[in-house]
């Protein structure tokens, strides 16, 4: 079945520690989105991609780099520059930028600083 | 101003009762908008698509009135199964960047 794949759903790491969060989709979609949600907040969106090889910061994107080397795989990577970094982390896509479909989420990651 | 407001709630309805909310938006230039629904500790599902006016499905109705710069969700004869966070979706930057609301959360009791 066609989707997309986040791993892991729960994370944990030591203050001062880089991680790597996976996001792979089978959809043949373009565009790909990462999104941060506190508890009780909406999403808010970090970074996206509408093409390989290219991505653009969001509104919270301090702290937080990712990459698109392959169509379908948007890694984020949360750096220790990244102050308060415990979140639920949701990755999603879409058919093609600029166009009106829908987007499809993963199931998220669990991330806590302990 | 805000990209995307929601009101948070939370909306607390008895079971069968009718009940809309708002989401406002900044861009004027936004042509699509989406309703949808994120269960407690989930991702968020699409619930509703709204292109033009406004979409009809089923008890969910969802309205674009582009003048005032808001879509609404009504939803008719609440279920229990209705209760959830609602969120808004608009496009901005030429429909590249998805811009969420907060949310809205419902509580439909018995």
């Known amino acids: 079945d066609g989707g997309i794949t986040q791993s892991p759903k729960y994370l944990f790491r030591k203050e001062g520690q880089n991680v790597t969060l996976s996001c792979e989709q089978n959809?043949?979609?373009?565009?790909m989105y990462w999104y941060r949600q506190d508890p009780g907040q909406g999403l808010r969106l970090i970074y996206y991609?509408?093409?390989?090889?290219?991505?653009q910061k969001g509104d919270i994107a301090e702290g937080y780099s990712v990459s698109r080397e392959k169509k379908e795989s948007f890694p984020l990577t949360v750096t220790s520059a990244q102050k308060n970094p415990t979140a639920f982390y949701l990755c999603?896509?879409?058919?093609?930028?600029?166009?009106?479909?829908?987007?499809?989420f993963g199931e998220g990651s669990r991330l806590t600083v302990l | 101003r805000k990209e995307v407001e929601q009101d948070p709630g939370p909306f607390n309805v008895p079971e069968g009762a009718t009940v809309a909310f708002n989401c406002t938006y900044s861009?004027?230039?936004?042509?699509?908008f989406f309703w949808y629904r994120q269960d407690c500790r989930k991702e968020p599902k699409l619930l509703m698509s709204?292109?033009?006016s406004g979409n009809e499905d089923g008890r969910f109705t969802a309205q674009l009135n582009r003048a005032s710069q808001y879509i609404s969700l009504l939803i008719r004869d609440s279920k229990l199964s209705d209760s959830a966070t609602y969120l808004c979706v608009v496009p901005f930057q030429g429909a590249q960047k998805l811009v969420f609301g907060q949310g809205t959360r419902l509580t439909i009791n018995p």
């Open positions: 709204v292109y033009s």
């Open positions: 991609s509408q093409i390989v090889n290219d991505f």
């Open positions: 861009n004027s230039a936004s042509q699509s």
């Open positions: 999603a896509s879409r058919l093609a930028p600029g166009n009106t479909g829908e987007l499809f």
């Open positions: 959809l043949n979609h373009d565009a």
